[in-house]
C-alpha cells in the first residue's frame, strides 16, 4: 500500500514550522492576493524560494493555493505567478479555475496541478473529465462519501486528496454565491463573508417554526475524522487535508501531530483508536462540536447543531448552582486553574461571560491541581465573570488551555526535525592520497562526495578504523540526519586528524542540505497572454429564454414568444410532461441536469436524453463529460456553475463540446464586458432575470427541522408536503428548494435585473438572454418575458424594464452581482 500523504495549512511561518515540525507530509499556502483566504496573512511572492527552501530541507512538499476564478484583467498578473512558482520549485499549483488549468498547461506540461475542492469534483467522470490536462492530484467535495470515494478510486488512477479535519462548508465548495451576493465578496475570490454562520428563522408555509435557540440552521459542525483513518486509506485515499489556514499554529501543530500518530500506527499494523484525551485536546484548538460531516452518508441531525455558530471547545458541564463568587458544576471534562471558560446561555450572538479560572473548590476547600471529575466550585477572575448574568442551567466550556497551548508551540519554537534522516557513508583512502568519503541521502537519492584537505599518513599506533570513522561522522546532532550506516575500506594503517574528520563531516551536511534546497526544475515555455478583441456586430433578433421551475411557468411561456423554454425542475421524472407541452406548443426546450454530480446518479443524466430535448443545460463537469463522451444530437449548454470567468475557460469548455457557455455569476459588469471583449459572443449566453441561487448544499434543512428521519430514505419526504424559506436578520425571506438528489438550494429573496445592461451586452454581439423564473405564476411569468422582450427591441429601456420590475415586485429588484464594486 502507498504512503497516505498528510498535509497541514499554513497561513504563515509560524504555522508552517509548526506543520512540519509535527510531521506533516506537505503544506498547503497562499501568495499574495490569489488565494480563497485572503484574510490570511499569506505568503509573498519574493519569500516562495525561502519557503520552498525550508520545506525541501526538511522533505515536505509545497503546495501554492490559487484556488480561486481569475477574471480577464488578471491574467498576465496570474500567468507571472505561475512562472514564480515554476521557478521557486513549488511542488503544485491548487487550482480551481480551468481557465488557468489551461495556461499553465500552455506554459509547462510537467508542472503539477491539484484539482481543487472548488472545482466541485465528485464523481468518476468528473475526474475524467480532467485527464487530458495530467493532473497529478484531484479534491475530491466534502460531500463524497466512503462509497463515493472507493467508487471514483476504483475508476482512476489520479490520487484522490479528502478533507478529514476542520470547518465544513455547508455549501459545495464553489456553489456559494451568498458572500458574492449580500456583499460583494465572492467566496470563489477567497473573500467568504460566513453568511452560513448567520441566524435564520425557519418559515414554514408563511409561518414562524418556534425551535428555542436553534437559530443557526445552516451552520455545520466541524470535522473530526480521526477514527475513520483506516477506512479512508481502504477506500483509496492518497492524501488526508487538513483545513486551517486562518487557524493557529497551535491548532496546526495539534491537529498534524494527532492524525500523524493514526496514519502511523495504521501502517505499523496496530489498531489505533483516539483517546479522550487526544480528542479532548483537538477540540480544545477548535472545535463547533465534531462530526464525520458527509464521510459515513448523509445524517442531517448530526452536521448542524444550530444554537451557536463559532468555536466552543471542551464541554465541562452545566451551571447547578451560582454561588457568591463561583458555580456549582458537575464536570464531564478536566479541568484546572488558568484554564479559559465561557457561560452559553444559549445566546451566542451577545456579550457572554467568561474568563479565567481563579480557583477550584469542593465543599468550600481549594483543589490543587487538575480536577477531571465531581461536583466542583468553579471560582472565576472576580474581574472576568459577573456572576449575576450566569444562571442554572448554562453550558460551561473551557475555551483554552495555557498548557496545552506551551506544550504545542514548544514543538516548533526551535527547529527541531519531526525525523531524522538516514545517511549511508562509504569511506577509502590509501597512504600518502586524500581519504575519500560519500555520503548518500537515503531519503533524496542525494550523493556528495567529499574529500579530505590533509592526505593521510602512516600510523604508528590507533589507526583508522571504520568504527571509529563512524564515531566521527555520525556525530550529527544539531542536523536533520542520522547515521545508519558506514563501510570502509583503507590500504595499510592510516591516520587523519580529528579536526578533518569532523570538517568533511560539516561540508557533507552542508552539501547534502543545498542539495534538497536546490528548486525542483520543470519545462517552462515562453507564453504571451493574448487577448484578441474581435470586432462585434450587434446583436440583431435576439433570442430570449425561459427557466421554469414548474409546469404552470412552463404552459405560460408556451403562450408567449420566448425563444427557448428551459426546464428546471425539483424531480426530472416531470420533465417528459414538460417536453411535451414545449412540443405541442412549437416551442424548443432545454432539460437543466442537477447542480452535482455524484456516482450512481448517471441514471438522471440518461432519463434527460430519455426525454428527448432539444437541449441540455449542464451544471457539472461531471454531465459535461457523461453527455460530450457519447455521440448525441442535443445542443449543450453549459451553466453558471462551470465557474466560466475569463475567455481560455470559455475556450477550454467549447473546445470539450459545449454548443454555448453562460459566465460566472462572479463577474460584475465591467468583468463581464472583458470576457464578452474576448471571446465569440454568439456562444454566449447570459442570465438578465433571476433569483440568484446562494447556497447549493447537501444539507437537507426540510430533514433537519421538519421530520425524525436522517435522510431521504426515511425523512418522509415534507419537501414534499411544505414550502420553506429562511428568514434573515432584516427580514428577508429566502426560498429553499429540493432538488433530485435531495440537495437544497437557498435563492435569494429579491429578484435580480440585469435589464440596465441590456444595451452594453448588444452592441457586444450578445444574442442569447435567459430569464429564470422561481415562485412566480402564470401571470408574472408572461408579465416579466414581455417587459425583457419589448427590452431586446428596442420598445423599452433597460431602465424602464428596471422601474417597473421594482414597481410590481413586493420587495422590488436588485442589480446583483453585475454592479460595479
Not at 590509501?430 to 575519500?436: A, H
Not at 440583431?540 to 408567449?560: F, G, V, Y
Not at 465557474?643 to 463577474?667: C, M
Request: hydrophobic share 35%; with cysteine.
Amino acid at each position: 500500500m502507498k504512503p497516505v500523504e498528510l498535509l497541514a495549512p499554513a497561513g504563515d511561518w509560524e504555522s508552517l514550522r509548526a506543520a512540519v515540525a509535527n510531521g506533516a507530509d506537505a503544506v498547503y499556502f497562499g501568495v499574495d492576493k490569489y488565494n480563497a483566504r485572503v484574510r490570511a496573512k499569506n505568503f509573498r511572492v519574493e519569500e516562495l524560494a525561502d519557503v520552498m527552501a525550508y520545506l525541501h530541507k526538511y522533505n515536505v512538499r509545497g503546495y501554492v493555493t490559487f484556488n480561486i476564478l481569475v477574471f480577464e484583467d488578471e491574467l498576465e498578473e496570474a500567468k507571472r505567478l505561475v512562472e514564480a512558482c515554476i521557478d521557486a520549485g513549488v511542488d503544485a499549483l491548487i487550482v480551481q479555475d480551468m481557465g488557468l488549468v489551461k495556461l499553465i498547461r500552455e506554459i509547462s506540461p510537467d508542472f503539477p496541478i491539484h484539482g481543487s475542492t472548488q472545482m466541485t469534483i465528485t464523481s468518476p467522470e468528473a475526474v475524467e473529465f480532467l485527464e487530458p490536462y495530467n493532473l497529478e492530484v484531484v479534491v475530491l467535495g466534502r460531500e463524497n462519501n466512503l462509497t463515493h470515494i472507493k467508487k471514483i478510486a476504483e475508476k482512476t488512477n489520479v490520487p484522490l486528496e479528502v478533507f478529514v479535519h476542520g470547518a465544513l462548508c455547508v455549501s459545495y465548495s464553489g456553489q456559494c454565491l451568498t458572500s458574492e451576493m449580500w456583499g460583494g465578496r465572492s467566496a470563489n475570490r477567497g473573500e467568504c463573508a460566513q453568511a452560513c454562520r448567520l441566524p435564520y428563522d425557519l418559515i414554514v408555509d408563511g409561518k414562524k417554526k418556534e425551535m428555542g435557540n436553534v437559530a443557526y440552521l445552516l451552520s455545520p459542525k466541524d470535522l473530526a475524522a480521526i477514527d475513520l483513518v483506516p477506512e479512508l486509506i481502504e477506500a483509496g485515499v492518497s492524501t488526508f487535508k487538513i483545513e486551517g489556514r486562518l487557524k493557529s499554529p497551535e491548532y496546526v501543530a495539534n491537529v498534524v501531530s494527532k492524525y500523524r500518530k493514526a496514519i502511523d500506527e495504521y501502517f505499523a499494523g496496530r489498531d489505533y483508536k483516539p483517546s479522550e484525551e487526544e480528542i479532548r485536546e483537538l477540540q480544545q484548538s477548535f472545535s463547533r462540536g465534531f462530526t464525520h460531516g458527509f464521510l459515513k452518508g448523509t445524517n442531517n441531525k448530526q452536521l448542524v447543531d444550530g444554537t451557536f455558530p463559532k468555536s466552543r471547545g471542551v464541554f465541562l458541564g452545566t451551571v447547578k448552582k451560582v454561588l457568591k463568587d463561583a458555580v456549582l458544576c458537575e464536570l464531564q471534562a478536566p479541568l484546572k486553574r488558568g484554564d479559559g471558560i465561557v457561560f452559553d446561555a444559549g445566546r451566542p450572538e451577545e456579550k457572554e461571560e467568561g474568563g479565567r479560572v481563579y480557583d477550584l473548590r469542593k465543599n468550600g476547600k481549594k483543589i490543587e491541581g487538575e480536577v477531571s471529575s465531581g461536583l466542583v466550585e468553579i471560582v472565576p477572575g472576580r474581574h472576568d465573570v459577573n456572576l449575576t448574568r450566569v444562571h442554572v442551567g448554562d453550558r460551561i466550556w473551557k475555551t483554552s488551555d495555557q498548557e496545552l497551548d506551551r506544550r504545542l508551540r514548544k514543538t516548533f519554537e526551535t527547529e527541531q526535525p519531526y525525523k531524522l534522516f538516514p545517511l549511508t557513508v562509504h569511506v577509502s583512502g590509501e597512504l600518502g592520497k586524500p581519504l575519500v568519503s560519500t555520503w548518500h541521502d537515503e531519503t533524496t537519492g542525494h550523493s556528495v562526495t567529499v574529500q579530505s584537505q590533509e592526505l593521510l599518513q602512516q600510523a604508528y599506533k590507533r589507526p583508522l578504523t571504520s568504527d571509529y570513522v563512524k564515531e566521527q561522522f555520525g556525530r550529527l546532532g544539531g542536523t536533520i540526519f542520522e547515521l545508519r550506516e558506514l563501510s570502509a575500506t583503507f590500504t595499510g594503517d592510516l591516520i587523519l586528524p580529528v579536526k578533518e574528520l569532523n570538517r568533511m563531516r560539516r561540508e557533507a551536511v552542508a552539501q547534502l542540505i543545498e542539495l534538497r534546497q536546490c528548486p525542483r526544475r520543470y519545462e517552462k515555455r515562453k507564453v504571451e497572454v493574448t487577448i484578441n478583441k474581435q470586432p462585434k456586430q450587434k446583436a440583431i433578433n435576439p433570442n430570449l429564454i425561459a427557466l421554469c421551475r414548474t409546469m404552470e411557468q412552463i404552459e405560460a411561456a408556451c403562450h408567449t414568444d420566448v425563444d427557448f423554454i428551459y426546464a428546471d425542475f425539483e424531480f426530472t421524472t416531470d420533465y417528459p410532461k414538460a417536453v411535451q407541452a414545449a412540443r405541442q406548443a412549437g416551442k424548443p426546450i432545454a432539460l437543466a441536469t442537477p447542480r452535482i454530480h455524484m456516482p450512481g446518479e448517471n441514471g438522471i443524466l440518461k432519463g434527460i436524453l430519455k426525454a428527448e430535448p432539444d437541449a441540455i443545460l449542464v451544471r457539472s463537469l461531471g454531465a459535461v463529460q457523461y453527455y460530450t463522451s457519447q455521440a448525441i444530437d442535443q445542443t449543450l449548454i453549459g451553466d453558471f456553475s462551470l465557474n466560466i470567468a475569463n475567455h481560455l475557460a470559455v475556450e477550454l469548455f467549447l473546445s470539450r463540446g459545449l454548443d454555448r457557455i453562460t459566465p460566472s455569476y462572479d463577474l460584475n459588469i465591467q468583468q463581464m464586458i472583458d470576457l464578452l471583449e474576448a471571446v465569440p459572443t454568439e456562444k454566449i449566453e447570459i442570465v438578465i432575470h433571476q433569483h440568484l441561487p446562494m447556497f447549493h448544499t447537501e444539507h437537507c434543512v426540510y430533514c433537519t427541522f421538519l421530520s425524525e428521519g436522517t435522510d431521504f430514505t426515511n425523512c418522509g419526504r415534507p419537501c414534499e408536503k411544505h414550502r420553506v424559506s429562511l428568514r434573515d436578520r432584516i427580514g428577508m425571506l429566502h426560498p429553499v428548494r429540493v432538488d433530485i438528489g435531495c440537495r437544497n438550494t437557498v435563492y435569494n429573496a429579491i429578484e435580480q435585473s440585469g435589464a440596465e445592461y441590456l444595451p452594453n451586452f448588444l452592441e457586444l454581439g450578445v444574442r442569447s438572454y435567459r430569464i429564470e423564473f422561481l415562485e412566480e405564476n402564470a401571470n408574472k411569468v408572461e408579465e416579466v418575458i414581455t417587459l425583457y422582450r419589448e427590452a431586446l427591441e428596442g420598445k423599452r429601456s433597460g431602465t424602464s424594464v428596471w422601474r417597473t420590475l421594482k414597481a410590481i415586485n413586493q420587495l422590488g429588484v436588485t442589480r446583483g452581482q453585475l454592479v460595479k464594486k
